[in-house]
């Protein structure tokens, strides 16, 4: 069992990982604006080895975030944005 804000939650069931994900997001989350927005420089994207550069944001609490290709943080992600447009990952070969 894992707790979160008071509430425990079993993460080997489906719906409790669910629960649990979303509150510990929007404990993150919810209330914070983003202050700042940059694509991951060519040196940040190779320092980390990774091929691509996201779009970064930073909040106002001074966080940064960041889209993953994967949960292990292989390389940078792409973002989608409404229904029909996404914020593209470039390569490092596109500074």
Known sequence: MTKL???EYDLSKSKDRTEYWTEYAASKLVGKTIAKVEYLSSKEANDIYWYKRP?????NDGTWMYPLQDDEGNDGGAIAYGEKDTFPVLGVEDE
């Open 5 to 7: 804000n008071g509430k």
């Open 55 to 59: 779009l970064a944001m930073q909040l």
